[in-house]
């Protein structure tokens, strides 16, 4: 399986406690279940809807590409490929 830089952003890296992991998978959410139980922490809770898919405040990049949260189990990946992951920020 490729191996992918998952940038980590905001809340969420505060969360897990990193801003990067080297994950392996096939698919976006391959890569996305992997981070969810990562470093100790399940963030399962905060990162799917109970029916597996993103939550919808979640913003994802491939190499700068968006990915609609639906179809990250559609969303290949190759080696080397960045995946972006920002949580949902408040502020005003």
Do not use: Q, W
Request: net charge positive.
């Amino acid at each position: 399986m490729p191996k992918i830089t998952v940038m980590i952003y905001t809340t969420l890296r505060k969360r897990l406690g990193i801003s990067k992991a080297e994950l392996e998978g096939r698919t976006v959410h391959d890569l996305l279940l992997k981070l969810a139980v990562s470093c100790k922490t399940d963030v399962s809770e905060i990162l799917f809807e109970k029916d597996g898919t993103v939550r919808n405040h979640f913003v994802l990049t491939l190499n700068s590409e968006i990915v609609d949260n639906r179809k990250t189990g559609k969303a290949k990946v190759r080696a080397g490929d960045i995946l972006h992951v920002f949580p949902p920020i408040s502020g005003g």
